[in-house]
């Protein structure tokens, strides 16, 4: 049988996303490809998704967005995350 990368819980993200970060999570280096519920790239996402809602308390949705465009190369991964973006700005503004 053919390894193709890690089934386990744990990430195999080589540097863990700290909420005090100043830098963006590291890209997963092992995706198994058999589409987990743990997936590395959903872990990934979500890492993201946190870095750049803590990132938008000092700037403009439209400024986050053009931050997230010009520093995101996935296209995936960046249309999931102006997503979440976006539904957290409209539940900040709405409160």
Known sequence: ?????????????????SENSSEP???PVHCCMS?????????????VVKYYERK???????QLLQD??????DEMIKAFVKMEIKFAYGKKLSS
């Open 1 to 17: 049988a053919q390894d193709f990368g890690i089934h386990s819980t744990e990430s195999s993200n080589p540097k863990r996303f």
């Open 56 to 62: 938008g308390a000092k700037l403009k949705l439209d």
């Open 25 to 27: 999570p590291d890209l």
């Open 68 to 73: 997230i465009e010009d520093n995101l190369n």
């Open 35 to 47: 589409g987990c519920a743990n997936c590395v790239w959903l872990e990934y996402a979500e890492e």
